[in-house]
């Protein structure tokens, strides 16, 4: 009876536990990278996507794109790319740079943590002599930024150590065009 008792406990536990858990991996980082010059040659063909009104999702700003997109006539070629580069389909791409972009942000966390110093400039902003909507337009802001950082704390310990290994290659990436 106990036997049975435990089994169907470990069963449960078995079914609860994410049914494909995602592990970032040196070769996923590497298709990703690989891919990124391919679907960069892209960009041009989405340009007529109206940009949504939403907010920035921190959390997942492949995956978020890649539904904005689906349905483009563009979106099969994205998926082609994908599948090149050996991901089963666009969305296993979008979700490997999703988690090479949290794991970057973790990464960034790790070297130079900017929250004491985003807290000290909330606390400047709220004294200073700025309008209050300018005030609460700053405030809001910044305290959406240590939201995210946060939010970035949970990031496995191995994504980061993973994507530290690709850091040049990943910051050439997600650099800001000048």
């Not at 536990?17 to 690989?34: H, Y």
């Not at 979700?95 to 790790?110: K, S, V």
């Not at 209050?132 to 946060?150: A, M, N, S, V």
């Amino acid at each position: 009876m106990i036997k049975k008792f435990l089994l169907s406990i470990a069963l449960v536990l078995l079914l609860l536990q994410p049914a494909n858990a995602f592990e970032l991996t040196d070769d996923r980082v590497e298709r990703f990278v690989d891919s990124w010059s391919d679907v960069q040659s892209l960009e041009h063909e989405f340009e007529d996507i109206e940009q949504p009104d939403g907010e920035f999702v921190p959390e997942s700003p492949f995956s978020a794109s890649l539904e904005e997109v689906r349905g483009h006539e563009a979106y099969d070629r994205l998926q082609q790319i994908a599948v090149d580069h050996g991901f089963s389909d666009a969305q296993e791409w979008a979700l490997t740079g999703d988690h090479i972009f949290r794991a970057f942000l973790g990464m960034e966390m790790q070297d130079e943590d900017p929250t004491a110093e985003m807290k000290q400039a909330l606390e400047e902003i709220r004294q200073s002599p700025l309008p209050e909507e300018q005030k609460e337009q700053i405030t809001r802001h910044i305290q959406e930024q240590l939201d995210l950082f946060e939010r970035i704390q949970d990031v496995p310990a191995e994504d980061i150590e993973t994507v530290r290994r690709h850091e040049g290659e990943i910051n050439r990436i997600f650099e800001p065009v000048n």
